[in-house]
């Protein structure tokens, strides 16, 4: 089981000479508001509805806090608006014959997973591009120019997010982050599905235009939770590969195909542990729960 809760830090003082920082920190205001259960105080979760005991929070804090591990693991482009106006020159000027410029953000290097312990906990994004099979019918080459631009851009995305490819899908592709930090990861995949977005936006698809190539839309699904590797493995053929099993994988895929052009949506297993400045840009969205086998499954779209 993973959960989440948010607080405020704030500096108080540091000492350079023992590398020692001291912070006071709170829940966060935004998230949480206190509450009186049995003459007790409570911290009331506005977004997912469930209390804690004030009592219980100082525990945990005292528990964890000591001993545990921060992991920051930003990515390692600062703003998305940003990027994708320097994106939208390089691949203005590539598409007019000019060199490939490769992004001065240091994108982290396509990987394989590790399963070392049999069961890792992943998150998935699957994303689309919607109405492509009559964009490849109507111009096929001036599609698979503007395909290769989306694909090459946006994979180049997962790695600023400290991401992999898992499979290209003909029309898109499946990307998965793998992080020690789950709080950080669950975030970074919410930003990286809005970062598809503003690289479509603000850099494939001016520059696509300008070109005179078809215009691009996308829409992206994105969930989590366990995943296990395992290997196909056909005697007759000699046919081997490796698979990534995840119900939280089928998700994101089911999730992407009913969002609507240029839409991220996430599922509630995502939307429970990624931080309040994500929480307060969900809208929940109707969504058909048999399709992913759990019956009244929560989906939120993300502005």
Known sequence: MRARFDFEIEPIRSDEATQMVTVRIQPNRRRYSIIEVNGERHYLDKFLRTIVS??????????????????????????????????????????????YVVPTEKARPQSQLSFAGGTRFLTFLSVDICGSSGLRRRDPEGFERAYGIFLRELATSVGHFHGAILKTTGDGFIATIDSEGYTTQCDNTVDL???????????????????????????VGADCGAARLRKIIVPATGFEAPEVASDALNRAVKIEQTAAANELRIGRGLYELVHVQWLERCEEVEFDGAEVGIEGYQVYKVE
Request: proline content about 7%; cysteine-free.
């Open 54 to 99: 004030e009592e219980a929070v100082k525990e945990m804090a005292v528990a964890k806090f000591g001993d545990l591990p921060l992991i920051y693991n930003p990515p390692s482009i600062e703003s998305a608006s940003q990027y994708a106006s320097v994106r939208q020159g390089a691949i203005a000027a590539e598409l007019r014959g000019e060199s």
């Open 193 to 219: 599905g809005l970062t598809f977005l503003a690289v479509m936006r603000g850099s494939v698809n001016p520059a696509l235009e300008a070109a005179g190539l078809p215009l691009l839309t996308i829409r």
